[in-house]
């Protein structure tokens, strides 16, 4: 049953649970496989005659009570006790699994502790919000209070707030939460439930879960904000960025660019705000006007285009240390910053290179095409520059120093000019929305890739970048809808 893998925060079980079900492992696949754990782990631990109380909740963290109270009852006496006896479970599979069981089961209230030896906590998994309310509250401190064994199940209910079960044991799923520990979660068993390694690995529509859910009095700027600095020799780029930034979902997106290259950028899309610079390329007399732009906005996007004049790479070097939002850096920014790393810390930054651009940045070459061992070396570099990096390449690699991800969707046809300027701007539209740097980056890749393969059914070797943007709402409208309200 024990299984050995990295804690992973507690945002990331939605993400394997849908990742799994894309990958063809059903939900309630592994609520069963999880049930059957629990009911192991207790067959196991304690005598055959040993009375077992189970307190479930409404959400899938009680549907894995069902199902252990379930496996249980061959050999031991179970009673099940309702958090919420008139609803009983808030999702289909918690509810199929609660009718298996509904003989042995009553309402909270008929709980008496006296009456059992062992309690199975399943009230509440890791998508509770703020302290346990009563009725749980009451259950929780009086079994905090007794000396029965508890066994939590995934976590400790109310976990990690100050009101939480403090369990003799817990089993949990795939892997420990980043947080568990022996002091606040007992023993902890991992069990291994059936998620597929890949659902892990790769980013995935999972990834989706970790966007903010838009809400549904939105006003004009609640769903975001971008600033594009880009262009100046090219007016193509910063336009690509702006416009996959719009199809993200921001509400708003503004391009600053030389003069040059503002006109271009304005014909490519009247949704643009293009705000012209002084000058044929960006300059170092521009760092106080951009600042006052970023202030507008929620995120920016820098590289795009810009080129590689001394000038311009010194006036990116200004820019970065003193602008205070999360920052996109691509491109031409890629080789600035990478002359001067330290400015990148204490920031919020996702980093966009391809393989030659890993080297300006890092001062190494990556000198593998092995996915694992590109990893090492991006999770590395991430980690001492502490910013989120994304390589693009055949296989994406995305890192914030801790976790890694890879992402295979996408094609050869993507490396066609452009598509690395609308990665960017999908990433900065992510951030934009709500998502931490890390989840963008994997948003963006996955989307991004994924568009790029709708494109490809139409265009073949023939696609464009703005055949990509195009395809960028069908993706999001097939894996984003779960976050509207």
């Not at 249980?72 to 099940?80: C, G, K, S």
């Not at 549904?216 to 336009?239: C, E, M, N």
């Not at 930054?349 to 095409?369: M, Q, S, W, Y």
């Amino acid at each position: 049953m024990a299984v050995e893998r990295s804690p992973i925060p507690s945002e990331e079980v939605k993400v394997l649970d849908i990742n799994s079900r894309h990958l063809g492992v059903t939900t309630i696949t592994l609520m069963e496989n999880a049930g059957a754990a629990v009911a192991r782990y207790v067959a196991d631990s304690y005598p055959s005659k040993t009375r077992i109380a189970v307190l479930c909740g409404k959400g899938n963290n009680g549907g894995d009570g069902f199902v252990a109270a379930r496996h249980l009852t061959r050999t031991m006496p179970v009673t099940v006790h309702l958090l919420d006896p008139e609803d009983g479970a808030s999702s289909d599979i918690a509810s199929m699994n609660l009718h298996r069981v509904r003989p042995l089961a009553t309402g909270i209230k008929a709980f008496d502790i006296r009456e059992c030896d062992v309690v199975i906590d399943a009230m509440f998994g890791i998508g509770l919000k703020g302290k346990p309310r009563e009725p749980a509250a009451g259950v929780i401190r009086k079994l905090n209070r007794s000396r029965k064994s508890v066994v939590s199940v995934d976590v400790p209910s109310g976990w990690p707030s100050e009101l939480k079960v403090r369990p003799q044991a817990t089993v949990t799923f795939h892997a420990a939460k980043a947080g568990m520990n022996r002091k606040n979660s007992g023993k902890i068993i991992v069990a291994d439930i059936g998620i597929p390694e890949d659902a892990q690995t790769y980013c995935g529509p999972g990834d989706f879960s970790l966007l903010p859910r838009r809400k549904s009095d939105a006003h004009k700027g609640d769903a975001g904000r971008v600033l594009v600095i880009g262009g100046g020799p090219y007016t193509g780029a910063p336009a690509f960025t702006g416009m996959a930034a719009m199809r993200s979902g921001v509400d708003l997106v503004f391009v600053a660019t030389p003069e040059p290259a503002a006109l271009p950028v304005s014909v490519h899309s009247p949704h643009l705000i293009v705000r012209s610079l002084e000058g044929d390329i960006l300059q170092e007399g521009h760092v106080q006007d951009l600042l006052s732009m970023a202030k507008e906005a929620d995120v920016v996007a820098i590289g795009p285009g810009l080129g590689s004049a001394p000038e311009t790479l010194r006036t990116v070097q200004m820019f970065v240390p003193k602008c205070t939002k999360p920052m996109v850096i691509d491109a031409d920014a890629i080789a600035a910053c990478g002359s001067k790393p330290q400015m990148l810390r204490h920031k919020q930054v996702v980093i966009t290179p391809h393989a030659n651009e890993f080297k300006r940045l890092t001062g190494k070459a990556l000198g593998t095409d092995d996915p694992a061992k590109r990893g090492e070396k991006v999770k590395e570099a991430a980690a001492r520059l502490r910013a989120v990096i994304l390589l693009k390449g055949p296989m994406d690699v995305i890192s914030d120093g801790g976790m890694v991800k890879l992402n295979r969707t996408g094609n050869n046809a993507l490396a066609v000019g452009g598509t690395g300027d609308v990665l960017t701007g999908l990433v900065a539209g992510m951030i934009a929305q709500g998502a931490k740097p890390f989840h963008a980056a994997r948003i963006g890749a996955f989307a991004m890739g994924l568009a790029g393969d709708l494109a490809f059914e139409e265009k073949s070797y023939g696609l464009v970048a703005t055949d990509v943007i195009d395809k960028i709402p069908i993706v999001l409208r097939r894996y984003e809808y779960d976050n509207l309200e």
